[in-house]
């Protein structure tokens, strides 16, 4: 039986290209495998392609009648690994942590413990708008989602 556990350590046996990292493999109750993967230059569709050849081709029994999507997380779709949060230094993310609190602001730095995030936070003093500039470093225990800002300007 084919399991999520199997295709991660194939892949990262197998991922030839350094920079390409494996974010999340599902496989759903409906028969259905993703395998969402990502670089820092971003991923191709042909190497999405290549990537999804060789797993059909490792797993051609176990897979069966199962569907098999590779492909990159998409813009919407919530960090799951460092290495993404390394991706986007420098970028605008919404954090969303577990006690409901939302931070908004640039990704510092991230490590194994967690992320620093630059917060920009306006106030009025004596009739005055004041931006103060807060870093705040947030444990990854701490996180429920990150998401990244889109901003069209």
Same mark, same amino acid.
């Given at each position: 039986?084919?399991?999520?556990?199997?295709?991660?350590?194939?892949?990262?046996?197998?991922?030839?290209?350094?920079?390409?990292?494996?974010?999340?493999?599902?496989?759903?109750?409906?028969?259905?495998?993703?395998?969402?993967?990502?670089?820092?230059?971003?991923?191709?569709?042909?190497?999405?392609?290549?990537?999804?050849?060789?797993?059909?081709? =490792?797993?051609? #029994? @176990? +897979?069966?009648?199962?569907?098999? /999507?590779?492909?990159?997380?998409? *813009?919407?779709?919530?960090?799951?690994?460092?290495?993404?949060?390394?991706?986007?230094?420098?970028?605008?993310?919404?954090?969303?942590?577990?006690?409901?609190?939302?931070?908004?602001?640039?990704?510092?730095?991230?490590?194994?413990?967690?992320?620093?995030?630059?917060?920009?936070?306006?106030?009025?003093?004596?009739?005055?708008?004041? =931006?103060?500039? #807060? @870093? +705040?470093?947030?444990?990854?225990? /701490?996180?429920?989602?990150?998401? *990244?800002?889109?901003?069209?300007?």
């Amino acid at each position: 039986m084919i399991t999520e556990e199997l295709i991660y350590e194939f892949l990262e046996d197998k991922l030839k290209v350094p920079d390409i990292f494996i974010v999340e493999v599902k496989i759903s109750g409906g028969g259905k495998i993703t395998v969402y993967l990502d670089s820092n230059k971003g991923i191709t569709i042909e190497e999405c392609v290549e990537i999804s050849r060789m797993i059909e081709k =490792k797993f051609e #029994e @176990e +897979i069966g009648d199962h569907d098999l /999507e590779v492909s990159s997380p998409g *813009l919407n779709m919530p960090f799951r690994i460092l290495k993404q949060y390394l991706k986007n230094l420098g970028k605008q993310v919404t954090v969303l942590k577990k006690d409901g609190i939302k931070i908004q602001g640039k990704i510092l730095s991230a490590d194994e413990e967690g992320v620093l995030i630059e917060q920009i936070i306006t106030c009025r003093q004596n009739g005055k708008k004041i =931006k103060n500039i #807060e @870093e +705040i470093k947030i444990l990854f225990n /701490e996180i429920k989602e990150t998401r *990244l800002v889109i901003s069209i300007n």
